[in-house]
Nanobody, 112 residues
C-alpha cells in the first residue's frame, strides 16, 4: 500500500513537499516514482528514483523538483519549488519491482 500526502493549494512561485509512505513491500528494492495527471490529460511521469538513489526527471520539472527517498522510513518525497499553474494536477506515487503499485492521488493546485 502506498499512502501519499502533502498536496494542497499554493500560489505560483511557492513550494510543496509530497510524501508517500509504503507498507507491505520491501521498499528498498523498489524503484519509486511520482506521476501526475491534469484534467483532460494523460498521466505523465514527473520523477523517479532507483533503489540506489539514481534520479530521473521530466524536462518540465528539472531544476525545480527534487525526488528523494528514506529507506528507513519507507518513504519517498517530492520537493516542489517554484511551482507554476501548469503543475496543477493530481500527483500519484508508484512503486515498481516485479509488480507495479500505485498510491491514491494527492491534489496539487497552483494559483496564478
Amino acid at each position: 500500500q502506498l499512502q501519499a500526502s502533502g498536496g494542497g493549494l499554493v500560489q505560483a512561485g511557492g513550494s510543496l513537499r509530497l510524501s508517500c509512505e509504503a507498507s507491505g513491500i520491501i521498499f528498498s528494492l523498489h524503484v519509486m516514482g511520482w506521476y501526475r495527471q491534469a484534467p483532460g490529460k494523460q498521466r505523465e511521469s514527473v520523477a523517479s528514483i532507483t533503489s540506489g538513489g539514481g534520479t530521473n526527471y521530466a524536462d518540465s520539472v528539472k531544476g525545480r523538483f527534487t525526488i528523494s527517498r528514506d529507506n528507513a522510513k519507507n518513504t519517498v518525497y517530492l520537493q516542489m519549488n517554484s511551482l507554476k499553474p501548469e503543475d496543477t494536477a493530481v500527483y500519484y506515487c508508484r512503486a515498481q519491482n516485479t509488480r507495479i503499485w500505485w498510491g491514491q492521488g494527492t491534489q496539487v493546485t497552483v494559483s496564478s
